[in-house]
């Protein structure tokens, strides 16, 4: 490194610091990128080997930018990038950095506007530039050319992530369900509200195919086909949660072998969050497991009232407790327009 060009040094750290903006984006989630791309440290070798070719020896011949860019952008990094939009924040980042003005001192936090302030070193020994880069600013998405806001979103990803892990940490710990009451083990719990929730599901089954020939064609109006097409979801959902937690029945009992799938299932029901098959199946919600069985019963009471009267519509339907909501305001639409 001591023996290369002013200009190549300039520029290798200008490419390294682009290298490090383009591997920390990631962490933001789709405010930074649109697609997850694998860039790795051999793309920032092998760069660097094509910047070395590329200028030795040649101090006083004109840098070619555009190849630069062209080589970086669309070859060894633009090579994973496959979202246009991607490629452009790609290429921004390399015209902001890959210019002349790299040569003397240019800010390398791209489009801050004076919000936040790094310059480039000047070419110097290597224990330069590592003291250097001791003197950069805290971390803040403000380096990315983003708003400060961009931060919230991951630091709540990253809180809920620590916490997950935490509650995984002490899952092997017995804990008591009251003072007299003995420890029960995870898998205890699991068992319990496995029961629990078999009681509260297992008579829950609306009979669509019978209520649909009660009715004639001319009864059938928007409001009747949005309220069976909810009926169908809740049915397709409730069947999938009395499979599964009787196979898991089995499985405490030993009638079963445990698989990964029941046991996922079981450490959910102890952990107090939905299973990967109810979340793909129920309706959209971020309700932790004792909550979202309250809000399924109530779900189950309303479809309840319309089903026993299925030509009237309720008096009163609570639209957030619909698989899809959206339909039912369609249907009003249909009726009132």
Request: hydrophobic share 40%; charged share 25%.
């Amino acid at each position: 490194f001591e023996d290369r060009d002013a200009k190549v040094k300039s520029i290798l750290f200008a490419l390294c610091h682009w290298h490090a903006l383009m591997l920390e984006r990631k962490k933001f989630g789709p405010m930074g990128y649109n697609m997850k791309y694998p860039f790795s440290a051999g793309d920032l070798r092998d760069s660097a080997q094509v910047l070395y070719n590329y200028l030795e020896g040649s101090a006083s011949v004109k840098i070619p930018w555009d190849d630069l860019r062209y080589i970086f952008g669309d070859i060894m990094y633009g090579g994973h990038i496959v979202d246009d939009w991607d490629r452009r924040m790609c290429e921004k980042y390399l015209i902001y950095f890959m210019r002349d003005e790299l040569l003397d001192e240019i800010e390398m936090v791209p489009y801050a506007d004076g919000k936040l302030s790094w310059p480039s070193p000047q070419p110097s020994p290597h224990e330069k530039y590592l003291e250097h880069i001791e003197s950069m600013p805290p971390e803040s998405p403000l380096f990315f050319g983003m708003h400060p806001n961009a931060e919230i979103n991951f630091r709540t990803v990253q809180c809920d992530k620590t916490f997950e892990m935490l509650i995984g940490l002490i899952g092997g710990t017995s804990r008591s369900d009251g003072d007299d009451d003995a420890s029960l083990s995870p898998m205890a719990i699991a068992e319990q509200t496995c029961l629990d929730i078999l009681d509260e599901v297992l008579e829950k089954k609306f009979p669509t195919d019978d209520v649909s020939r009660s009715m004639s064609d001319e009864e059938k109006g928007p409001y009747q086909f949005v309220f069976l097409q909810e009926c169908e979801y809740m049915n397709g959902l409730v069947f999938e949660m009395v499979r599964g937690l009787r196979e898991l029945q089995l499985g405490f009992k030993g009638e079963l072998t445990m698989s990964e799938v029941m046991e996922d299932l079981a450490n959910s029901l102890f952990a107090e969050k939905l299973p990967t098959w109810w979340v793909k199946l129920g309706f959209a919600s971020t309700r932790p497991l004792k909550s979202w069985r309250v809000n399924l019963q109530d779900r189950c009471m309303q479809l309840d009232d319309w089903i026993n009267d299925p030509l009237n519509v309720p008096k009163v339907v609570d639209i957030s407790r619909l698989f899809n909501p959206q339909s039912f305001l369609t249907a009003i639409k249909q009726i009132c327009c």
